[in-house]
């Protein structure tokens, strides 16, 4: 089955640190894979996505490559803000499959001015 | 404008009675999602409804009755609550059937006592 696992959080960082958050998957296909991202109050929006291997997705200082050889897609910021304080989401889907959305657990990440 | 309301955002009830979440989306979209993100924080999808019509109905227990009177809301009903229905439910909604970019409401949180 297809499957999404990412670090747990919370992860707390200053303001202007660098982030990383982990995720790995399992998929039978090939899947494209998403980045959401949760703010306080707020749904889940769409952050990033790549849809093929290598390809990289970026969005408001956000990137995530799609790595197939280690069936990875790590969420990564240089410098991050407060307003970046969210729960974060990788999830996968396949075309096979309907396109349904497989998500990670959420990593809770606080930025501390 | 909020694009995907649900409501009630939170609700504390007692085991056995019959509860509804209310959700609506004013983007225009045919396609509308309920799902279940329970304590270990995974989202799990429930059911799927395009223009009003039931497309994906995970394994969920028949006490849940989801209901599209339109296609532009998608109502949660829940008979005779458990314990175990304590948790957060997204509702979501796309622009077309099959589609893996959602948009989220701010989710409605459950407690069943």
């Known amino acids: 089955g297809n499957s999404v696992t990412q670090m747990e959080g919370p992860v707390t960082l200053s303001e202007e640190a660098f982030l990383t958050i982990n995720c790995t998957y399992t998929a039978t296909g090939y899947p494209s894979l998403f980045w959401y991202v949760q703010y306080p109050g707020e749904g889940l929006q769409l952050l990033l996505k790549a849809t093929k291997a290598d390809d990289k997705g970026s969005n408001k200082g956000f990137e995530a490559t799609y790595r197939k050889e280690t069936t990875s897609f790590h969420l990564e910021k240089g410098s991050v803000q407060v307003s970046d304080s969210a729960v974060y989401f990788c999830a996968l889907s396949v075309r096979a499959a309907g396109n349904k959305l497989t998500f990670g657990g959420g990593t809770r990440v606080l930025v501390k001015p | 404008d909020t694009a995907v309301s649900q409501t009630p955002k939170y609700l504390v009830t007692q085991m056995g009675n019959d509860k509804s979440i209310k959700c609506e989306q004013n983007?225009?979209?045919?396609?509308m999602y309920w799902y279940k993100q329970d304590s270990k924080k995974f989202l799990k999808i429930m059911f799927s409804y395009n223009n009003k019509e039931l497309i994906i109905n995970e394994t969920v227990p028949n006490r849940f009755s989801p209901k599209s009177p339109d296609k532009a809301h998608l109502n949660l009903h829940i008979n005779s609550l458990e314990l175990g229905d304590s948790a957060v439910y997204f509702c979501?909604?796309?622009?077309?059937?099959?589609?893996?970019?959602?948009?989220f409401g701010a989710g409605s949180r459950l407690t069943v006592l």
């Open positions: 979501a909604s796309s622009l077309v059937s099959g589609a893996n970019v959602l948009t």
């Open positions: 983007l225009g979209h045919d396609t």
